[in-house]
């Protein structure tokens, strides 16, 4: 995975009412931005740390998993700095920051999760 292709495909996604496009680690460490970097950190960090609170106090089904229907798969955050809408992309959180439409910043979330999933996944059976 290219770091300065993904930051490339990131910023490409990048439309009126979506300021920036990011994405973190389960750790909450800022891998890759569209934009200032400076500014998303601390979004980054609570976005991971929401999620990964979820997951791990999601109720459980009876073969020990997560149910399907308890999978988070979009989180709504308001910020100060505006909505952040993150879903899950491998084991990382895609964050989608802007003052838009919240439907607009699910759809950029929604475009950019396909475009990069197949490197992900690639990515992650390179690993196993």
Not at 38 to 48: C, E, L, P, R, Y
Not at 78 to 88: K, L, P, Q, Y
Request: hydrophobic share 40%.
């Amino acid at each position: 995975l290219n770091a300065k292709a993904l930051t490339q495909t990131l910023q490409n996604a990048l439309s009126q009412g979506v300021d920036n496009i990011f994405l973190v680690n389960k750790e909450g460490a800022l891998l890759a931005s569209a934009n200032d970097q400076d500014n998303v950190k601390t979004s980054g960090a609570i976005a991971s740390t929401i999620w990964c609170d979820y997951e791990a106090n999601a109720p459980s089904s009876e073969a020990g998993g997560q149910a399907e229907e308890d999978e988070l798969n979009l989180m709504i955050i308001e910020a100060e700095a505006g909505r952040i809408i993150a879903t899950s992309l491998g084991m990382m959180c895609l964050c989608i920051q802007g003052q838009g439409e919240i439907g607009k910043l699910i759809e950029t979330a929604n475009r950019v999760k396909l475009s990069l999933q197949p490197s992900f996944q690639a990515l992650l059976a390179e690993g196993e």
